[in-house]
């Protein structure tokens, strides 16, 4: 079994910053992607940003230029670093990893407003 843990989440004002992190841990074979979604209320629940494990990123168009999604050398744990946070930002956000299945962690909230 695999777990994913996220923390980081919490309350900033429009314009602030906050950096996800999510822990991989368990029966790990390799991970071939992960990445964060976000599902805000009353919204379907969207891809925010995704990294394989050669590197290669992707991003909602939404978040390009504003969130870097990173990964630690080992690649059991993934950052989601998000800058000029928007009210729009607001959501759940939900670690993800593919590898010998589908990985889901609890999720965070994290809540832009002043």
């Known amino acids: 079994q695999v777990q994913l843990v996220e923390s980081g989440g919490g309350l900033v004002q429009p314009g602030g910053s906050l950096r996800l992190s999510c822990a991989a841990s368990?029966?790990?074979?390799?991970?071939?992607?992960m990445g964060w979604y976000r599902q805000a209320p009353g919204k379907q629940r969207e891809l925010v940003a995704a990294?394989?494990?050669?590197?290669?990123?992707t991003y909602a168009d939404s978040v390009k230029g504003r969130f870097t999604i990173s990964r630690d050398k080992a690649y059991k744990t993934v950052y989601l670093t998000m800058n000029s946070l928007q009210r729009e930002d607001t959501a759940v956000y939900y670690c993800?990893?593919?590898?010998?299945?589908?990985?889901w962690g609890q999720g965070t909230q994290v809540t832009v407003s002043s």
């Open positions: 368990g029966r790990i074979i390799s991970f071939t992607t």
């Open positions: 990294i394989t494990g050669g590197g290669i990123t």
């Open positions: 993800t990893a593919r590898g010998g299945g589908d990985y």
